[in-house]
């Protein structure tokens, strides 16, 4: 058997309705500008990425280039 649930407060709101809902906007602000944050983080890491690809791809084709040349392949 399903027990009702007890209401609390008048209809058709309850008395701490809306310290509830000031906490749940705080929170809404707070994710908000933490996002922003994890998203400027992302966009750094994401062009560090990329520089460090093209050092590490430059160096690949550098070794390769010197391998080359001591096995008389060029």
Do not use: Y
Not at 32 to 58: H, P, T, V
């Amino acid at each position: 058997m399903d027990t009702p649930i007890e209401r609390q407060g008048g209809p058709p709101h309850s008395s701490d309705m809306e310290a509830r809902v000031a906490v749940l906007e705080t929170m809404a602000r707070s994710t908000e500008a933490a996002l922003a944050d994890i998203r400027a983080e992302l966009r750094d890491i994401r062009s560090a990425q990329a520089r460090d690809f093209r050092w590490m791809l430059a160096a690949f084709a550098a070794l390769l280039g010197v391998m080359a040349h001591g096995f008389h392949w060029l």
